[in-house]
């Protein structure tokens, strides 16, 4: 059965930093690409990042320079390090894996 844990959110200041993370288990992790995908209150689910298996990785205009996606394929663990958070940035954070499976949300809150 896959699994998509993730964890790592909560309430930061704008500017601050967070770092995700989610553990993956029932299914060989090193061969998947693996995404960030988040969801805002009242809007629609928005992809913010992917990284191959091999470990390119692409963004979406809105987190480029902030966010870094990363994997640990010994862990089996994907990461998103946030940087310089804006209010904008407040949503449920959920790990995917393209196209079916999904993790349970990790919320995300960027307020003073």
């Known amino acids: 059965e896959v699994q998509l844990q993730a964890s790592g959110g909560g309430l930061v200041q704008p500017g601050g930093s967070l770092r995700l993370s989610c553990a993956a288990s029932g299914f060989t992790f090193s061969s998947y690409a693996m995404s960030w995908v988040r969801q805002a209150p009242g809007k629609q689910r928005e992809l913010v990042a992917t990284?191959?298996?091999?470990?390119?990785?692409n963004y979406s205009d809105f987190v480029k320079e902030r966010f870094t996606i990363s994997r640990d394929n010994v862990r089996r663990t994907l990461y998103l390090q946030m940087n310089s958070l804006k209010s904008e940035d407040t949503a449920v954070y959920y790990c995917?894996?393209?196209?079916?499976?999904w993790g349970q949300g990790t919320l995300v809150t960027v307020s003073s």
């Open positions: 990284i191959t298996s091999g470990g390119s990785t």
């Open positions: 995917h894996r393209p196209p079916n499976f």
